[in-house]
């Protein structure tokens, strides 16, 4: 059925791919391989808006089950001027796709301001994790008029009014807030970007508001591009000419699919369900042509034709998404000595050290991305992959149901086209960690390289002389500790998503919330772990402890729990662990550093285990690691 499912929806006959999906025997559970076909109809962009309702309609029948491991659930409120009803079933629609299943609220037309503005708001009752804040042109006239030409002193006033929106939100909410820019008009003014004096033309006021947007942005507030999502489904075509006028909507059906995408990418990316790896096949996906019969400079790349300019603009953009924190891996069945075109052919966008992986050779590409999934440190549910051949996607599909896919060709245009229309890698904030993620990958890539040299691993860890760096929570790693809580999934003893003031929250109960990075010969790994502890009078809790998978097996965890331990000052340690679809990876954790499971504690029903450390039990002896451990005092506010 996968099969014939995906010739249907990958040849533009969506259509009969859903009917396939409406005709499937329902089973409890219902079987991943149908799941997958859902997701795939969910996040197959450029359909229209009765496509998709029939989506959700399906999903909605299966009782709208999870369609990633792990799912996080969100509370979301949408504050517009507008009617706004249609957008609900779309953006759960998209964020279940990516593992976010939410409930909405939506408060009465047109009522921001009273709603954001009465502390005994429905909306803070909700108590949202997000807040999506989404204005009309039709909201800022009210503040600058109808007119070719606003004032200074008008922008300003519809300024203000945001400002206080939001520290009115914050003020009563904990959750992030996403703001959506503004799109341009739907009947547009003449002299549109003429300014004199304190006057200037409705684009310029545009503009102007957009960059005050993104210059107050920060912290829990962030901008979703709303004019991007409307420029690429049409521009002004999108806005609402037409459903404006009969129902107060302000964009038509594309618009409003495309902004709801926008939307749905801006809650997952927040939620830390973006996806982290774009894996990609080489031959006719991002050259033209097979490279062993045609050598490094017969593929098609390059300047020289239209098709040749469609595979570099491929390869371009593959290799923009590295700054993002996105890494890129490359998988081909193929000797692996056609690497070599990397290096000699010029007209190469992409180089080898832009490959946080490679697997060449002649196994299966399933099993290339489980060797990919394990060197990148993350599950194959946080990967896209892009291949020219349905074959290729299915055998991928068959063994990792969860990963995003990319159907490639008949042409490099195409290929281009889609991969920015699925706006697979959109992202609302970036951190340093994001950054230097590239340049990380590289690194590990380096010391996998290394490692093959020592027949022990005990002498390659002393070589590559591991330090860990401990500091209590502080300003310099506060984004980063909670990027790690919302995004950390493998290594995490109790999947606990604390936001900025969860943890403050802790700190003040008397918690320490502690980050820990990593850096060896090879340079540094950043943070790559955080765990917090709380005290009480015979013992300390380990509350949660998460790390990256990108440390594993260099015994970082025996020298974390080391610290842990004189930490304790002699307590007996108490620590949690509370299963999920991903974390099975630290099942045996404390068992293995020595902890007893405390039977009484535990519930079958859940899962919920909890396992203690005595110091004073001559049994246990502190782990054994290889690591320099160093603590560092910092100012926690």
């Known amino acids: 059925m996968l099969n014939e499912f995906l010739s249907e929806i990958f040849t533009g006959k969506f259509n009969k791919a859903i009917s396939i999906l409406e005709s499937a025997a329902l089973k409890s559970p219902i079987p991943t391989e149908i799941l997958t076909m859902l997701r795939l109809a969910i996040t197959k962009p450029e359909q229209n808006y009765l496509s998709y309702q029939k989506t959700f309609n399906i999903w909605s029948k299966w009782g709208q089950p999870t369609l990633k491991p792990n799912a996080t659930n969100l509370k979301i409120i949408f504050l517009s001027d507008f009617t706004s009803d249609h957008f609900s079933p779309m953006i759960k629609l998209f964020c279940a796709a990516q593992g976010v299943k939410i409930e909405v609220l939506l408060p009465e037309f047109d009522s921001i301001e009273q709603t954001a503005f009465d502390p005994s708001s429905s909306i803070y009752e909700f108590q949202p994790d997000i807040i999506i804040l989404i204005f009309s042109e039709?909201?800022?006239?009210?503040?600058?008029?109808?007119?070719?030409?606003?004032?200074?002193?008008?922008?300003?006033?519809?300024?203000?009014?945001?400002?206080?929106?939001?520290?009115?939100?914050?003020?009563?909410?904990?959750?992030d807030i996403l703001i959506g820019n503004l799109p341009g008009r739907s009947f547009g003014f003449p002299a549109g970007y003429v300014s004199m004096g304190k006057v200037m033309g409705w684009n310029l006021a545009l503009n102007k508001f957009n960059q005050w947007l993104e210059k107050n942005s920060g912290g829990r507030i962030h901008v979703v591009d709303i004019a991007e999502a409307i420029f690429s489904s049409g521009g002004r075509k999108s806005m609402g000419n037409i459903n404006y006028f009969r129902a107060r909507m302000a964009f038509e059906m594309p618009g409003t699919l495309s902004v709801a995408r926008?939307?749905?990418?801006?809650?997952?990316?927040?939620?830390?369900?973006?996806?982290?790896?774009?894996?990609?096949?080489?031959?006719?996906?991002?050259?033209?042509?097979?490279?062993?019969?045609?050598?490094?400079?017969?593929?098609?790349?390059?300047?020289?034709?239209?098709?040749?300019?469609?595979?570099?603009?491929?390869?371009?953009?593959?290799?923009?998404?590295?700054?993002?924190?996105?890494?890129?891996?490359?998988?081909?069945?193929?000797?692996?000595?056609?690497?070599?075109?990397?290096?000699?052919?010029?007209?190469?966008?992409?180089?080898?050290?832009?490959?946080?992986?490679?697997?060449?050779?002649?196994?299966?590409?399933?099993?290339?991305?489980?060797?990919?999934?394990?060197?990148?440190?993350?599950?194959?549910?946080?990967?896209?992959?892009?291949?020219?051949?349905?074959?290729?996607i299915a055998q991928v599909l068959s063994v990792h149901p969860y990963i995003d896919v990319v159907l490639a060709g008949p042409d490099s245009q195409t290929t281009i086209t889609r991969l920015t229309n699925y706006r697979f890698f959109n992202a609302v904030s970036i951190s340093s960690e994001d950054l230097e993620r590239g340049s990380r990958a590289i690194k590990l890539k380096e010391q996998r390289e290394f490692k093959t040299s020592f027949s022990k691993i005990e002498d390659f860890l002393e070589a590559i002389q591991v330090q860990l760096s401990f500091s209590k929570l502080n300003p310099d790693n506060l984004n980063r500790v909670v990027q790690l809580f919302q995004k950390t999934n493998q290594f995490n003893l109790t999947t606990r998503r604390h936001k900025e003031e969860d943890l403050k929250q802790l700190e003040n109960n008397g918690t320490a919330v502690y980050s820990v990075a990593y850096e060896d010969t090879f340079g540094s790994q950043g943070i790559i772990s955080a765990f917090s502890l709380t005290p009480k009078s015979n013992s300390l809790i380990i509350e949660n402890w998460l790390m990256s998978c990108r440390v594993l097996n260099r015994t970082v965890e025996q020298a974390v729990f080391s610290f842990i331990l004189k930490k304790s000052r002699g307590k007996k340690i108490i620590g949690e662990y509370i299963p999920t679809e991903k974390n099975g990876l630290v099942r045996l954790l404390y068992q293995n550093l020595g902890f007893k499971k405390l039977t009484s504690a535990t519930n079958k029903k859940n899962g919920y285990e909890q396992w203690t450390y005595a110091n004073s039990d001559s049994e246990n002896s502190p782990p054994k690691h290889y690591v320099l451990i160093k603590e560092i005092y910092k100012s926690t506010r």
Not at 280 to 306: H, K, M, Q, Y
Not at 344 to 363: H, P, R, V, Y
Not at 369 to 376: A, N, V
């Open 138 to 175: 039709y909201w800022i006239q009210k503040y600058t008029g109808n007119s070719s030409l606003i004032k200074q002193s008008d922008l300003e006033a519809a300024q203000n009014t945001v400002s206080n929106l939001v520290s009115s939100l914050k003020l009563n909410s904990s959750a």
């Open 262 to 392: 926008e939307i749905s990418s801006a809650i997952c990316h927040l939620s830390g369900k973006t996806n982290r790896a774009l894996v990609t096949d080489f031959d006719n996906t991002i050259w033209g042509g097979e490279v062993a019969e045609l050598g490094s400079f017969g593929v098609d790349c390059g300047l020289e034709s239209p098709e040749a300019l469609g595979f570099l603009m491929t390869q371009q953009y593959l290799k923009s998404l590295r700054p993002l924190g996105v890494l890129l891996a490359g998988v081909s069945r193929n000797d692996p000595k056609i690497k070599i075109i990397f290096t000699e052919n010029k007209d190469i966008a992409l180089n080898l050290d832009d490959f946080a992986s490679m697997q060449l050779g002649w196994l299966p590409k399933s099993d290339s991305i489980t060797q990919i999934s394990s060197e990148l440190g993350f599950g194959s549910d946080l990967m896209v992959y892009l291949d020219d051949s349905l074959y290729e």
